[in-house]
């Protein structure tokens, strides 16, 4: 087992560089926030990484997350409540910090 440093962070948490992010990346940032990461995480979580794939952003603000992810997952997991309950506070500044995307730019 080798003994890598982890990926550079800035003082908000977000990785320097979306391309170092690894599983074990997302589980320790989760961890800290108290966070297990389970199935229903890690299907959002591929979401983030496939949008930002794409689209070269991550998705700009919370409204802009909910409506993303309905659209691509429908009304049941699409919805703050769903989205809030597992990645609390701001869920889409939480789920992209643990994603290891950059901070959406409207996300306070």
Not at 10 to 35: C, K, M, Q, R, Y
Not at 81 to 88: A, G, S, W
């Amino acid at each position: 087992m080798t003994n890598t440093a982890p990926p550079k962070r800035n003082n908000e948490g977000f990785l320097e560089d979306a391309w170092t992010w690894s599983p074990a990346v997302a589980e320790n940032i989760a961890s800290e926030d108290g966070l297990t990461l389970d199935e229903n995480h890690w299907e959002i979580i591929s979401f983030l990484r496939d949008f930002y794939k794409q689209h070269e952003i991550s998705p700009p603000s919370n409204r802009l997350f909910v409506k993303a992810v309905k659209e691509a997952m429908g009304e049941e997991k699409g919805n703050s409540i769903y989205l809030m309950q597992l990645f609390p506070g701001t869920p889409a500044k939480t789920a992209c910090r643990i994603a290891g995307l950059p901070r959406p730019t409207n996300c306070l």
